[in-house]
């Protein structure tokens, strides 16, 4: 199984934290956030390699965090992958990563996808138990427990069996507070999906449109996700995420 953190966006309403930082290497509590991300994952069955996506800018600085994460905690391989966009205005969008770095890495294997930015409380493990129990694409979920919050997320309808059953994108008047986020499983044999969906010429930013173009298509899948979940998104929330982590 392969692993693949999302990176290569550059953070704007960050400035100036963000210009000669990617988002995913600001320290939250004392450690970049990343490590947050892949600290959770690492124990997931079967987990084999880890790419990181990122752009011309910080490829550099992922490439040493890489290289210190390995020798320090995981035994893993680690590929830093430079998407070649060097702005927001020639970036490819986090759907036209994952396709670029499964044709230029020649994947076939399934393959789990996470932002860079998301940050867990608790050990992911069991999300890859499920996925490898399970041949269909799934969804990380959680209920963010507003409807003012869910308004920014895409927000999941599902049925008694966990499956997706709708999936709208930042609505205004959101249905409940249950929310898609940025951590999925694709099986190999949906990886061709991804092509498809950029062929059809969709947008190819924000990773939850592929799900939902993908959900009326196949079967999609939902996972809870367990404890806390934080998306830093503001300088806001970045201070709120060091306070709350700080004590976890």
Wanted: proline letters at 5%; glycine letters at 8%; hydrophobic letters at 40%.
């Amino acid at each position: 199984m392969n692993l693949l953190i999302l990176a290569a966006g550059y953070a704007t309403r960050l400035y100036p934290l963000t210009l000669t930082q990617p988002k995913p290497l600001l320290p939250v509590a004392g450690k970049p956030m990343v490590d947050h991300v892949l600290d959770n994952m690492a124990g997931l069955p079967g987990l084999n390699r880890v790419l990181i996506v990122t752009n011309n800018k910080f490829a550099s600085h992922f490439q040493q965090w890489a290289d210190a994460y390995r020798a320090s905690k995981a035994k893993l391989e680690f590929t830093v992958i430079n998407d070649g966009s060097t702005s927001d205005a020639d970036k490819l969008g986090a759907i036209g990563d994952i396709q670029f770095v499964i044709d230029r890495e020649k994947l076939d294997d399934d393959l789990i996808v996470v932002a860079g930015d998301n940050l867990f409380s608790q050990s992911l493990s069991e999300f890859g138990a499920f996925c490898k129990g399970h041949d269909d694409v799934v969804l990380g979920v959680h209920d963010v427990g507003s409807i003012d919050q869910a308004k920014k997320y895409g927000v999941v309808d599902v049925d008694a069996d966990g499956l997706v059953t709708s999936f709208v994108e930042k609505p205004a008047q959101p249905a409940s507070t249950l929310i898609g986020i940025a951590l999925y499983y694709y099986p190999k044999r949906y990886l061709g999906l991804v092509r498809q969906y950029i062929a059809e010429g969709n947008n190819p930013d924000q990773p939850g449109r592929l799900i939902q173009w993908i959900y009326p298509r196949q079967t999609v899948r939902s996972w809870r996700i367990p404890g806390i979940w934080y998306d830093i998104g503001s300088k806001e929330t970045l201070e709120e995420a060091n306070r709350l982590f700080a004590k976890l």
